[in-house]
């Protein structure tokens, strides 16, 4: 089976549904679509079919069941087109500035987890002619090739700002299959501050890109209750697998995930004392939402365990003031890094250090 | 996964239908350039719509059909019949969206572009695709007044005076062409041309202290991109403080005892590497060379010592 055969076979098995409005049953499709056409009915038919519909949906084209009522069995059941997936290609059309703009948009993910959506939603978008931006199709996602700061005459918009967000890749891709095929996944996490991973079973719902970390949020199962991922920690590869019954994800599950964060980096915040002009009061200060209140930065953020991580950092041009828990969580850390790097010849500093 | 698979797909002939028939009649040459893919794939996409059709229901097709003679002896296309996609398409799907306007609530505050635009932008972008979660979401960026003026100068071609502190050094002057804004992992930095040191240089804009647009003119070549390196270091690290550090890595991390991983990190400035190390919080251990591993653990020792002081200061203790 060569890709070529796939490809010519899945457009026909779209152009079959696109032009259904009551539906084909498998039967149907079977003896209509070239490529299914002809082939013995069993198994591998059937796999073939499955391989079709998935390879579809990664193009946004879901395949939808209906099923008579009282009727169990798979044979009457009718395929076609979920409504909504077609449209009017003038809803893809798009003025000077709103093409400019979504060039950039699209470029943001020229690296990162979004790569393959962004350069799909590109080549949507390249079915008008006057729509030339968006990422090239043929870049690896990872590679850098678009550096040639010698040429820039005048930089468009699109050449002035340009992310690299990246998160593991390939638990990030595995986490969208997953999540676009409704299936549970499971992986082994480190929570923030913890030393050993544990396995987690996740209903996968949406991920959100928070002050430049990607997490996945959704359902834990173990835990019975929303939770919040950093992909950077899923330590283990992504396993899928189907759940026990369909779940629905809540239409809102991004927004209110980041409606949830925005919450409680507002709500939590250290006191610390910098070293003034350090590298460390430079940054702090620049945070997002920092303040200086008699001599001390409150520092806001999401996470105690990731911001003793982030203070543990700055060494010592920055020390906790409050609260109490945090001066000890960043001490515990430097006391980490401190007698992992002992060594018989560093005993000296050693000695002095536990002296002082 | 790869790029080339989204070319692959039969996403190429969805849009290419569209393309062809929006405008009348194209060369090969002109779509691969419009689609950025070689001109045989843009053949073979071809070929693959036009053996293509729709069942007519007694086992045949109606099929799609173009100028077959301008095509096979001047590579010009040109849809002469179409028995489907006449007047709908293929919608974005929802993360296809959710990635556009992901990207939109990144940058457009970066961009300069009316707000009121880029909401209406984002409402027709929500309308344009099939129905579904959005499954992404991300925080807007704060854009500090240094962005808008760097933003400003990229596009005037105005050279810079940048107040920079490098960690462990003093503040200093730099002249600086910029050329672009680079956005990662929540951090917005500034690529330029240092003028004094002649060298593509990347500066973190928090660590921008001040910055005024100088009238100095903009130099008539940019230097090559070069990184001095100094030396790379040894690190063992769980998988997850691995993944932090995996920028600076020049080596795929290798396996040591199940849990931890091995790996080589470049050492551009060893107060950058400290830190880096250290932002860890104690996953991620300098193995080699000895100078650096002592280095942290003085670090370490500093920082504590520090710590304890302000403790015994503080009221609050």
Sequence with gaps: ?356 | MSASRVERGIGLLLSLIQYVTASGSVTVQEAAAHFGVPEQRIREAVERVFMSGVPDGAGDFIRFDIDFDAFEQHDVISVTMRPAFEDETVRLSAREASALIAGLTLVADYTGADPGRVAALREKLRRAASQGAETVAVDGLAVPRTAQIVRDAIRQRQVLAIDYRKPGDGSQRRRVAPVRLELKEGQVYVEGADLDRQGMRTYRLDRIEAIEPTDEAWPEALPQRERTVAGTAQVVATRAAAAMLSDYATSDPVSVDGERVRLDIEVWSEASVLRAVASCGGDAVIVAPASLRRAMHRFAVEALRTAEADAAQSPQG
């Design chain 1, 1 to 356: 089976m060569t890709r070529i055969e796939a490809e010519e076979r899945q457009f026909s098995l779209l152009l079959a549904l696109v032009d259904t409005s009551t539906g084909f049953t498998k039967h149907e499709l079977f003896e209509r679509v070239a490529g299914y056409q002809g082939q013995p009915v069993g198994d591998a038919l059937e796999r073939m079919f499955e391989r079709d519909k998935d390879a579809l949906r990664e193009h946004g084209i879901v395949i939808d069941v209906v099923q008579p009522p009282g009727d169990d069995s798979n044979h009457e059941a009718r395929y076609r087109v979920l409504d909504g997936i077609l449209g009017d290609p003038a809803e893809l059309q798009f003025d000077a500035e709103e093409r400019d703009l979504l060039d950039l948009a699209l470029r943001v993910w020229h690296e990162g987890g979004l790569t393959e959506e962004a350069q799909r939603a590109a080549l949507k978008l390249r079915a008008d002619p006057e729509f030339r931006g968006g990422l090239p199709l043929e870049r690896t996602p990872g590679r850098m090739t678009d550096h040639a700061p010698a040429d820039v005459a005048a930089p468009a918009t699109a050449s002035i700002l340009q992310a690299r967000q990246r998160p593991r890749e390939s638990a990030f891709q595995a986490l969208k299959r997953a999540a676009d095929r409704g299936r549970e996944v499971v992986f082994d996490y480190l929570k923030p501050g913890e030393r050993t991973p544990r396995a987690r079973t996740v209903q996968p719902w949406a991920t959100v890109l928070f002050r430049g970390r990607w997490m996945l949020v959704g359902h834990d199962l173990g835990a019975e209750d929303t939770r919040t991922f950093l992909m950077q920690r899923i330590v283990s590869p992504v396993r899928d697998r189907a759940p026990k019954r369909p779940f629905e994800v809540p239409a809102d599950a991004a927004a209110a995930a980041l409606a949830k964060l925005e919450e409680i980096w507002a709500g939590a915040a250290v006191g610390v004392h910098v070293v003034p002009g350090s590298d460390a009061d430079i940054r702090l200060r620049h945070r997002r939402d920092t303040t200086e209140e008699d001599g001390v930065l409150v520092v806001h953020h999401a996470d105690r365990h990731l911001i003793a991580d982030e203070l543990a950092g700055f060494g010592s041009d920055v020390s906790v003031a409050w609260p109490e828990e945090q001066r000890a969580l960043v001490r515990q850390r430097l006391e980490r890094i401190r007698d992992a790097h002992a060594d018989d010849d560093a005993a000296g500093e050693q000695a002095e250090g536990s002296a002082a």
